[in-house]
């Protein structure tokens, strides 16, 4: 489905779920701590799941009210067998939540796998258990683990990395739905063909002026949709970095050779706050330092406790360093009453620029 997006960027965008995969059936992804080159590795083409506020709730005969729009939305696309034509599901241990989503996955006899990995990466031990978990996946029998097709898949998955910590480099000149959209696009497809989108992609954004407006950094857990983009596009909010679930959190690394450098590259993920000890919050100096932001969004989902506990720890260190910060609870998509509180935040920004003398 080609989109138009302003006069300058046309890019043409695949629904999630779509896309080529050559002839290996499709296994969907729930967090990018599974790396995509394992599961291509196990004879699959991996697909990041996300979740979507476009087919209606049919959870409340499976989950309790009070669970997260991730888990909701999940559901409900497997009870509506939107995701019939995908072979395998891949979990891993998360959230308390998605630990239950592997079981009403499992019950539905859906085929899965679950990577039961280290509830914290923060020790230095837990990567031996990681990477014992990551062997035990590739070699359970009915897999067909591949070293060959391990090795390009990892090379593949390198080029892919690198070239989107590149682009994000130049997110700031690019509407912000498009870069939502390419982030989702390139966990969806092949990477031959995701590598090709994006460089032709770098070179054009390489010549673009920035776009004008205050700059921010975005924070917090899955959005449901591109509103939230399209309301900071609108809004002339400019994002300039960001740790969010739905971002890409994996650093560039080198391509893996081994099994053993899966679970390194594990390690090098921007923190989470469901893996890392000091949450989100710990890597909070390095980002503000690397795309200098007036302010920052942090996005939160109703009932998502991991994210919720790592709030407070990440607004204490922000008013600590006297950053202006907002801070938006959504069932996934924004509302009115977000567009106000945003709007606020601007005018808030404006203020802040205008007492330190424009700058
Ligand atoms: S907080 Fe971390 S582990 Fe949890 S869904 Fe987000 S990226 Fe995955
Ligand atoms: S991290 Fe939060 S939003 Fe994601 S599945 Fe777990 S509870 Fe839901």
Redesign the pocket.
Known sequence: MPVEHGKKHTFVWQKPGSGRNGDAPSAAVFCGEILPELIMALGYMPKRLFPSVSCPDLSPATLPPFS?T??KSYVSMLLQGKMDDVELFAFSD??D??IALHSIFQSRGKKTIRLASPRSISIAASRHYLLAEIQRIAAIPEMRFSEEVFRRAASLYARQRQLLKALTEFRDRMPQEVFFEIGRYTWTVHPEEACAVLEDLVKELSTSPRRQGFRVLLLG??VLGPGLFQLLDRLKLVVAGDNM?DSQRIHPGWPAAHLSDIAALTYERKPCP?KHGGGAAACLDRLLASCSPDGVIIHT?K?????SWDLTRVKQQLARLGVSYLHLETSGEVSEQHRLRLESFCELLEARRQHSGGR
């Open positions: 997260c991730t888990a998360t959230c939540t998605m857990s899955c679930c469901c989902q009932f998502c406790d991991p994210h």
